[in-house]
């Protein structure tokens, strides 16, 4: 069964910093690009940064570039969120995502003084 | 705005079916698979249908997907309370090096 859990989510102060950690099971995590998708209360669906299967290449949407750093650790299963600089309209659920296997349950930032 | 179009709402009565539509362009949909996702109130989006038209394991086969040119649809036929949720569609878009999704609709069993 595949299985993601995501972690690392809190409250933070704007400008500040959070880690997101993703594990993975139930699949060949090693094999797989992955995503982070990220959804605002009340509001629908924003995906926010991929990662190919091996780390070498990652794109992010305009609205994170410069600040979100999306990464990986095959040998760990764990997908990672760095999140820099942080603004209120960043507070969202954030979930982690394999485009054709499924998603975790979400953590959610909430980025507020 | 989203990239992909959907209508807000939908809606329908116990056995009847129902159609999503999502309208897209040639560089998401037309060019790229589609996913459709369902969101029950208060959980995380599920996957229910990849590669236009495959349900996952354990996904009825009331559900299915089509697609066509850059325009694709969810059918859920013998429409059940359970299924009152939203619904997105997703797809890789090549010009943005993106996933993109449509705005959700809302379905209501009445």
């Known amino acids: 069964e595949v299985q993601l859990v995501e972690s690392g989510g809190g409250l933070v102060q704007p400008g500040g910093s959070l880690r997101l950690s993703c594990a993975a099971s139930?699949?060949?995590?090693?094999?797989?690009?992955m995503h982070w998708v990220r959804q605002a209360p009340g509001k629908g669906l924003v995906w926010v940064s991929r990662i190919t299967s091996d780390g070498s290449s990652t794109s992010y949407a305009d609205s994170v570039k410069g600040r979100f750093t999306i990464s990986r650790d095959n040998a760990k299963n764990t997908l990672y969120l760095q999140m820099n600089s942080l603004r209120a309209e960043d507070t969202a659920v954030y979930y982690c995502?394999?485009?054709?296997?499924?998603w975790g349950q979400g953590t959610l930032v909430t980025v507020s003084s | 705005q989203s990239v992909l179009t959907q209508p807000p709402s939908a809606s329908g009565t116990p056995g009847q079916r129902v159609t999503i539509s999502c309208s897209g362009s040639?560089?998401?949909?037309?060019?790229?698979?589609v996913n459709w996702y369902q969101q029950l109130p208060g959980t995380a989006p599920k996957l229910l249908i990849y590669s236009n038209n495959q349900r996952p394991s354990g996904v009825p086969d009331r559900f299915s997907g089509s697609k066509s040119g850059t325009s694709a649809s969810l059918a859920i036929s013998g429409l059940q309370s359970e299924d009152e949720a939203d619904y997105y569609c997703?797809?890789?878009?090549?010009?943005?090096?993106?996933?993109?999704f449509g705005g959700g609709t809302k379905l209501t069993v009445l």
């Open positions: 139930g699949f060949t995590f090693r094999s797989r690009w």
């Open positions: 995502a394999e485009w054709d296997l499924g």
């Open positions: 997703a797809a890789w878009d090549d010009s943005l090096s993106g996933l993109v």
């Open positions: 040639s560089s998401n949909i037309g060019s790229n698979t």
